[in-house]
């Protein structure tokens, strides 16, 4: 027999992937692991996606930020 669908809100996909990669970033993942609807295997990619997706943003604020501190004039 088959395992009936969550129906709260916060387990909606839609929902949990806006919060993962729009809102709350990595502070989501527990949204994603509580979430009966995804399978191990998707849990998994969007973890693992979440961690790229979390150091590609990390290493462009840096450089953003160090271009803008190169545009400083220097005293």
Same mark, same amino acid.
């Given at each position: ?6 129906? *709260?809100?916060?387990?909606? @996909? ?7 990669? /729009? /809102? ?7 949204? /994603?692991?509580?979430?009966? +609807?995804?399978? *191990?295997?998707?849990? @998994? ?12 943003? @990390?290493?462009?604020? @840096? *450089?953003?930020? +160090? ?9």
């Amino acid at each position: 027999m088959q395992k009936p669908i969550d129906p *709260r809100w916060y387990h909606n @996909i839609w929902f949990v992937l806006l919060m993962l990669f /729009v /809102v709350v970033g990595p502070f989501g993942l527990p949204l /994603v692991w509580s979430n009966p +609807r995804f399978s *191990r295997t998707v849990k @998994i990619a969007l973890t693992v996606a979440m961690a790229v997706y979390t150091i590609v943003l @990390i290493n462009l604020t @840096i *450089r953003v930020s +160090r271009a803008m501190l190169d545009q400083l004039p220097a005293y």
